[in-house]
């Protein structure tokens, strides 16, 4: 157990509005990552972190920001939820020499 | 952009049968990595090889890395119902990538009893 907690669990959203999934972690691991996964797509990046303040995207960015003002917490936001932003979200931290990544329980998200 | 091929995309098979499942490439990684994922839940990491031609045992789950570092596979032994589940490969760039992974398609294997 890596200590990685990610809320809300689900939620359900209308087109058009904003959404921010949070991850938190209790170890103090500085690099953070948030993934979208869809049938047939595996795990995509979307963005990811390697500091506090320091965040660079991923392969599939459009349509998402993030946030890191503490090392604990690394937040994603859709500025304006659109229905190809229903997927399940995950989060992940990565650890020691081998980079390991280890994973939220995840983000249902569903927008209407 | 680095690609993984995953295959095959599905596996159902009976329960004691043995199978493969493989990850290519034609971009050179300095690990792959191997993770598991029930349903409603985060991928849990296998395995990660580094070494050209490595080959780790996990039970009856047996991993190995392509000579050139740019292929993995994943054979299960007699497979059980609990074996169940999406198997993703995920590699590794190295250097200054910051971690960042690049994950296969995934295989959704059911092993049924």
């Known amino acids: 157990d890596a200590g990685i907690t990610q809320s809300p669990r689900h939620k359900v959203t209308e087109t058009g509005t904003p959404v921010t999934l949070r991850c938190h972690q209790t170890?103090?691991?500085?690099?953070m990552y948030w993934y979208r996964q869809d049938p047939g797509h595996g795990l995509r990046l979307i963005h990811y972190s390697y500091g506090v303040k320091d965040t660079d995207k991923g392969e599939v960015s459009d349509g998402y920001s993030v946030s890191r003002s503490k090392t604990e917490d690394f937040l994603l936001t859709l500025e304006s939820a659109t229905s190809s932003q229903t997927s399940v979200y995950f989060c992940a931290i990565s650890v020691g020499r081998g980079r390991e990544q280890y994973f939220g329980p995840g983000t249902r998200l569903t927008v209407t | 952009t680095q690609l993984l091929e995953q295959s095959p995309q599905f596996l159902s098979i009976q329960e004691g049968e043995n199978l493969t499942v493989y990850c290519n490439s034609s971009s050179v990684f300095s690990s792959l990595q191997w993770y598991r994922q029930e349903p409603g839940e985060g991928p849990v990491l296998l395995v990660t090889?580094?070494?050209?031609?490595e080959v780790k045992k996990l039970k009856r789950l047996t991993f190995q890395f392509g000579d050139a570092r740019k292929d993995s596979s994943l054979h299960i032994t007699a497979a059980q119902p609990g074996d169940t589940g999406l198997y993703l490969c995920?590699?590794?760039?190295?250097?200054?990538?910051?971690?960042?992974?690049?994950f296969g398609q995934g295989t959704i294997l059911t092993v049924h009893p």
């Open positions: 170890e103090n691991h500085r690099y």
């Open positions: 995920a590699g590794d760039a190295g250097g200054t990538s910051y971690g960042k992974l690049t």
């Open positions: 090889v580094v070494t050209g031609g």
